[in-house]
């Protein structure tokens, strides 16, 4: 089955900095890639997502790149905000079924 | 996107007892599922609520240990039967729009 692997597990920045956070996944039928951010007692929410078939999107500040041919996606959060603050999790979909397989998260933090 | 309800929103539950969740949507939704977050962790998901047939569960996770009701495209509830500490956790019940998928707001479950 998919594995996704997720880096940083934390991870602090500046307010005003950029952040990344990387992932990789396994499957190479997979083709469909969100992030979700999750604030301390929140339910998960989806922020931005890829499919296999484009390399880059972007919302605002904060954009989703994806190297097929490695495997690997990657979230970037550009000026950073303290309500940046919260679990972003990665993870990854494909084939004939539409079941999420997530990353570990990664917790991070805006200071102010 | 779809309004999901999730109800009870927490619980705490003496070990040997079991607990129904109870997850509806304000639109019929073909894809419902069921993940658990324990403390700390990331979504594993449990299940696929099948309307009107059995559910599917992922390895790990057995009929008699959470069974799953879908009597219809807006409604599905998880039991979790004759639970131990280590059934603490949040349950999240999920639907399906799409490729993208979408979350309750969860119901944290603590066993005595």
């Known amino acids: 089955g998919e594995n996704v692997e997720q880096h940083p597990s934390t991870l602090s920045v500046q307010e005003g900095d950029s952040a990344v956070i990387k992932c990789t996944y396994s499957d190479s039928a997979s083709n469909y890639f969100p992030w979700y951010k999750q604030e301390l007692g929140k339910r998960p929410q989806l922020i931005i997502d890829i499919r296999s078939n484009v390399g880059e999107k972007k919302d605002q500040r904060i954009a989703v790149t994806l190297n097929k041919t490695a495997k690997h996606f990657s979230l970037h959060i550009t000026e950073t905000q303290p309500e940046d603050s919260a679990v972003y999790f990665c993870a990854a979909s494909g084939g004939s079924n539409y079941k999420l397989t997530f990353g570990k998260g990664t917790l991070l933090t805006v200071n102010p | 996107s779809a309004v999901i309800s999730q109800k009870p929103s927490r619980d705490i539950c003496q070990r040997g007892t079991s607990l129904t969740i109870q997850c509806q949507v304000d639109s019929q939704v073909t894809m419902m599922f069921w993940y658990r977050q324990q403390p700390g962790q990331s979504l594993t998901l449990i299940a696929t609520a099948n309307q009107g047939s059995e559910a599917t569960y992922e390895s790990g996770f057995v009929i008699d240990k959470f069974p799953i009701s879908r009597p219809n495209l807006t409604f599905s509830t998880l039991t979790v039967s004759n639970m131990s500490p280590e059934d603490s956790s949040i349950y999240l019940c999920?639907?399906?729009?799409?490729?993208?998928?979408?979350f309750g707001s969860g119901t944290q479950l603590s066993v005595l």
């Open positions: 999920s639907v399906g729009e799409g490729e993208k998928l979408f």
